[in-house]
DNA sequence: TTGGCATATCGGGAAAAGTCGATATACATT
DNA sequence: AATGTATATCGACTTTTCCCGATATGCCAA
């Protein structure tokens, strides 16, 4: 994965939050059955919901978020469920440390 | 400094190559007189140079870094020397390991 | 198998970023 | 004061990003 396009991924405002409320599900989406946030992540339904940007743009935004490896999703039924993706957060702290 | 501000700075890949050259400018630039790296940092000239651009783009590029607190500038007769910014690095890592 | 949701993809118009050459500014030397 | 050199700013053009509505796809239920 280029650097440039993680980089990328990340300087968008809503973004930046999406990721940020992806950290702490539990504070920042109301209770899902079916299915653990910890485990398999948060439905799009409820990620374009809580941004108030429509449904195609925060669809991509999610799959832009995840060509850079800071997500990754799970498909259950219908429903897509995106999570935080430590391995990709920590690459990206290294490469800061280490190359900036 | 707005994050977005932060990593729209990093998502060009001349700007992230500056940074890179910047943390080791022995390696990377011809000896300087009058210049200690460490201290004072490297002249435009040289990272323009480097860099194959145009020197009003480095110019602005520089001007970018320097924004989002990546990069800092001492002014010397004619000579504009700049320099990693460590404090704005540390914080940028921050806001990744805590935020995101 | 038809209809209804959830999500993804497509096409496009507006805004921002990339990059240049030309010009301005600032300083140093003669 | 005039010239030369280093850097910054301006104006313009091209490419990319933002974000939408419309449409397609995939899955489920009746």
Redesign the interface.
Known sequence: MD??EI??A????TR?QI??WL?EPELNFPEQPNADFENIGVCVGQIQLKSGLSQSTISEYLSILQRAD?ISSTRLGQWTYYK?NKEG?KK??EI??T??
Request: proline content about 0%; hydrophobic content about 50%.
């Open positions: 650097q440039v980089f990328k990340l300087s968008n405002k930046l990721l940020g950290k800071l935080r957060l990206l702290s800061i440390n190359e900036l």
